[in-house]
């Protein structure tokens, strides 16, 4: 079975579907339009071309691309903040060659991906099943975060003030305070000691 | 590749239809009879036949088609456009995409496809011969033909007219049913086409002689060395087959020069 067209297909059918789930996408596709962007992940042996048009096509091919991205996945990551670029570009994660702008708008494409989820529910589940069910899982969360949140004051205090098992912060700062001062009272004293080293050599030499 | 049931053309005015020999005249009646039957039920049963790995092999073939905007592109017996489509968005609006069929109820089934897509602008619809193209030389960057050559009477003609409309330095694609790499899957592969296939093809399209001709003509297609030799008889260059899913299927690419 041709592996990579089975991956590109299901990308292909993975973006579209999710831009066909917000309104706003065609009007954001539209200074993508005929433009292809070629990414080359390092974990793929073949790259990944999207090409653009009322909708997004994933292909398999070495062509020349408008822009050309070669990265690793792990940076794919990074790139979700468009203001990284230069950083990642600088620190050699990520080789981009061609058009930015491409990258650019399909970078923000991704980004401005608005989709209502208790709208797309509330069509196959009605209005108040919809709305019921996110409202429960927003509570769920905040309730789930901010017992997350107490049980890990619990721990730190337990940690720090009843078994003494961690530092406070302020303690480590300290610490490293001391520590800074340590490192630069060594340094002058080396530095002194040198000096003390020379001058004998240099009434010799005299 | 040989069956007890198949017959052997005995003369230059003979061809196979499936097993069976008939009349050259004859076959291009037939064919169209079973693409008439089968063009309202071509795509579900397209998906059910092949469990949807058809997709993934016109998939590769467009991955392999190198396309560009601009370019003009022939899909020859295209059938319901799903090649069609694809093409129309990759050569964009300055390009152009002829889907050519030469059975009309096929033609008219990819072209309310493609329209109900909102594919409409850079494609046009021809019915057409394969062995006698009605475009002119030197006039396409690429032509492709997936599961239509087998049902083309004359081949070698076909392959003619093809690298005639054909423009210098472009390509064509032929996706085609071949021969099974290994022994074990082409008797698997058997059981399925001859046995299980017109009995799907009774039961969701209720046409089973349709797809006793389909893997009849499977069979009877040139398997891959022998259509590479064709490609390069008619005067492609650079001619190279791909197998996929064991053999069942080769992409062949040839180039004009």
Known sequence: MPAPQLLTGGIEMAINNLLSLDPDSPQRLLP???????????????????AFSQRVDVLADEQQADCTIVLSIATLKKMQDISQLSYL???????????????QSFSNLVKDLNIDWEEQLSRYTGDVIAHQSFRTARQLHHRLTAKLQRLGDILKDVAMDEKQLAAHPLAVEDFSEQVNDLRSDVARFEARLLQLEQRPKQRKGK | MSDPGQSQPQSDDQTHFGFKTVGKQQKATMVAEVFHSVAAKYDVMNDLMSMGIHRLWKRFTIDCSGVRPGQKVLDLAGGTGDLAAKFSRLVGKDGQVVLADINNAMLRVGRDKLRDKGILGNVDYVQANAECLPFPDNHFDLITIAFGLRNVTDKDAALASMLRVLKPGGRLLVLEFSKPEFDALS?????????LLPKMGKLVANDSESYQYLAESIRMHPDQETLKAMMENAGFEQVTYHNMTGGIVALHRGFKF
């Open chain 1, 89 to 103: 570009i600088q620190q050699q994660e990520l080789s981009l060659n061609g058009d930015m702008h491409t990258a």
């Open chain 1, 32 to 50: 993508l339009n005929g433009k292809r962007l070629q990414v080359k992940l390092h974990e793929l042996p073949w790259p990944l071309t999207f």
């Open chain 2, 187 to 195: 008797k698997v592969y058997d059981l399925y086409s001859f046995h």
